[in-house]
């Protein structure tokens, strides 16, 4: 191959011939020994192996940092389940039905480190409650900023003081009992970002079923 031709080879031909050839810098050692790598900032390293080292320390480095968040969410996701645990056990062991609904609240705040956690009612027929119906009506745990239209609609029903809530989860409390209007238990934090829009919701369900099951219990 003349210089000029291989002059007018392109980066990705090389690439393609390296891979089709992947002993070549083997066989040819004289071209090896020509190339130099850069680092970036004007550093150099002296040889392919040293490059490939260093390339698979950051893989390495980068993997051990999804570990470590992996692990995190593992321990997390561990303490919620003790907590939710707790919480059941906790009402079962309750003989006093009446005082079921003062429990789960007052354990819901203490575990989850909550301001807020009330069970309110959802009454259609209530113009301050038709953003609530919506939300009921959706029939899945939501979560809103508390500067929001929905947050600032919950915050109304509870009366409760917008300076110390930042962000609420509005959990729709399955089924109502007969003869009794729609239910919901809300969950109010300090926090701005502790309940967004679109995070997961499966905790916020567990805790809905968990709830639902202790109130109809009380009014059983």
Not at 4 to 33: C, I, K, M, W
Not at 82 to 96: E, F, G, P, Y
Not at 201 to 215: D, K, T
Request: hydrophobic share 45%; proline share 6%.
């Amino acid at each position: 191959m003349s210089i000029e031709s291989a002059s007018e080879l392109t980066a990705p031909q090389v690439a393609a011939y390296l891979r089709a050839h992947p002993h070549f810098l083997e066989e040819h050692p004289d071209v090896l020994s020509q190339i130099v790598l850069s680092l970036g900032a004007g550093a150099t390293v002296s040889s392919l192996l040293e490059r490939q080292v260093l390339t698979l320390r950051e893989k390495v480095k980068l993997l051990e940092q999804r570990q470590a968040l992996m692990l995190r969410h593992a321990q997390e996701n561990e303490a919620i389940q003790r907590k939710l645990t707790q919480l059941v056990r906790a009402l079962l062991i309750s003989r006093d039905a009446g005082a079921r609904a003062d429990l789960l609240t007052d354990l819901l705040g203490q575990h989850f480190s909550l301001p807020v956690v009330e069970i309110i009612v959802v009454e259609a027929s209530q113009a301050q409650s038709s953003s609530l119906q919506t939300l009921w009506d959706a029939q899945r745990p939501s979560c809103w900023s508390a500067a929001s239209d929905q947050g600032a609609a919950v915050l109304r029903h509870l009366q409760a003081p917008s300076e110390a809530v930042g962000s609420l989860a509005f959990l729709p409390l399955q089924p109502p009992p007969e003869g009794r209007p729609a239910r919901a238990l809300v969950l109010g934090a300090g926090d701005p970002a502790r309940f967004e829009p679109g995070q997961g919701i499966v905790f916020l369900e567990r805790i809905a079923e968990i709830a639902s099951a202790a109130l109809h219990a009380r009014d059983g």
